[in-house]
């Protein structure tokens, strides 16, 4: 019995000492770039504060005294970052004064050792690490924030508010009564769309910053690989900005078009290898056929030879990505009412219906129902076409909203095209 309790005793103590070194290790990295920098507070003083957190933390949790020794060792840090922020003031000497950033370090590395010291190793290393990262690329971040226009500053303090305040504080369902059909609707979805197109935008604007505008239609594709629906969002705002970035705007959604083909041919592949089923080999020729076509028109929709110098107004519009995600609601519930509508449809209207929100989640529930034998290879081949026939369609449906006429019908004539190919080569397949 005593044997038990010592083994105890020691992998607890074991358990804690290693808490203590691991303290002890991420303070000292905290302060090597304090150290690097020269500053009075360096290697030494940081490892020392995380060390000391760490014994005031382990005696509130393992005994009854420490709690106020915790909160006395906070203070004691804020006050010694505080006295030597003012040290360096007087001396004037921005080498040997320690900088008010250093002294909200000191509380971050007290702060890191607490936090490894209860068990939250993950969120101690986390902090420490991006505390580190932060320290390390003070020029980097200073230059980028001086770089900004007030339109870039205000465009990114907006999208903080869409993505941070606003999509929080939504409901993830809910049910919009019309007449007798009850239609539910998931609002946080919906208002994803509208961070995904401001989201877009900004990348996007940092692209044709660097590329000119080829950037636009190579953001195309790689946001087609996330959300291709809102790639059309951000092209309606940079067609509005600038109408002689339309045949680059047109190529871009041809792209997220092939982007959109790639990743649910992708899902189709993977999610059937070793399932215990047939590998979906039916969706390779028509959705290859989508990408390859796509890829085709957009060599020839746009001038790749040439980056064309563009200077975009903003990184997005608050207006045109609230506009769209107005749009794009209205679709979604026409969607709904479609599949209330057809019911006797079934599972091949749900796919329509979901590939206007996202054709990679009709793919996937497709494939999903294949694996448990609900659906054959065929009727899940024709399920995932379908919602990519879908997502297609609301692409070009929501580009004609566009008031540049060319810009818009060119979207329509190319997206045809593609689902042209599509059809044709599952003709050629079944024949």
């Keep these: 019995m005593n044997g038990i309790t010592l083994q105890v005793v020691e992998g607890t103590l074991d358990e804690t000492v290693v808490r203590i070194a691991l303290a002890g290790a991420l303070g000292l990295f905290l302060g090597l770039e304090r150290e690097w920098s020269k500053r009075s507070a360096g290697i030494r003083t940081f490892s020392l504060i995380s060390l000391l957190a760490a014994v005031f933390t382990i005696l509130v949790l393992e005994t009854d005294i420490g709690e106020g020794l915790l909160v006395l060792g906070g203070l004691l840090v ?8 003012v040290r360096g003031l007087i001396d004037d000497d921005e080498e040997s004064g320690l900088s008010l950033t250093t002294s909200v370090s000191m509380l971050v590395a007290y702060g890191v050792g607490s936090l490894v010291a209860a068990g939250f190793i993950i969120e101690g290393v986390t902090v420490a690490v991006l505390s580190s990262l932060l320290l390390v690329l003070k020029r980097e971040l200073h230059e980028f924030a001086w770089g900004l226009s007030r339109e870039e500053m205000r465009s990114t303090t907006e ?4 993505a941070f305040v606003i999509y929080p504080l939504l409901p993830p369902e809910y049910v919009l009564e019309l007449g007798t059909t009850d239609i539910p609707v998931e609002p946080q979805v919906i208002w994803l769309m509208v961070v995904a197109v401001a989201g877009i935008g900004i990348v996007n604007y940092g692209i044709v910053s660097s590329y000119g505008g080829r950037g636009i239609a190579v953001t195309g594709f790689f946001g087609g690989l996330a959300a291709s629906t809102a790639v059309v969002g951000t092209m ?3 067609v509005r900005q600038r109408p002689e970035a339309a045949s680059y705007a047109v190529a871009a959604i041809i792209l997220a078009d092939a982007a959109m083909a790639v990743r649910n041919l992708a899902i189709a592949l993977a999610f059937t290898v070793g399932g215990g089923v047939d590998i979906l080999y039916e969706a390779i020729v028509p959705l290859g056929a989508v990408i390859v076509v796509a890829f085709i028109v957009a060599g020839v929709t746009a001038n790749w030879r040439e980056s064309t110098v563009m200077e975009l107004e903003s990184p997005f519009s608050m207006k045109n990505a609230l506009a769209f995600g107005a749009v794009f609601l209205a679709v979604l519930v026409f969607g709904s009412l479609a599949e209330v509508w057809f019911g006797t449809l079934g599972f091949y209207v749900t796919a329509v219906a979901s590939g206007l929100v996202s054709s990679a989640g009709a793919t996937t529930s497709a494939v999903v129902l294949y694996r448990g034998g609900q659906l054959g290879p065929t009727e899940a081949t024709i399920a995932i076409l379908l919602a990519t026939v879908s997502s297609i369609v609301v692409k070009a449906l929501l580009a004609a909203t566009s008031s540049n006429q060319q810009f818009k019908n060119q979207v329509a004539t190319y997206s045809a095209v593609l689902l042209l190919g ?10």
């Design 78 to 85: 804020i006050v010694q970052g505080v006295l030597l922020a």
């Design 422 to 431: 599509g059809a044709l080569a599952s003709v050629v397949l079944v024949i």
């Design 159 to 162: 999208f903080a508010i869409l």
């Design 236 to 238: 309606l705002d940079h």
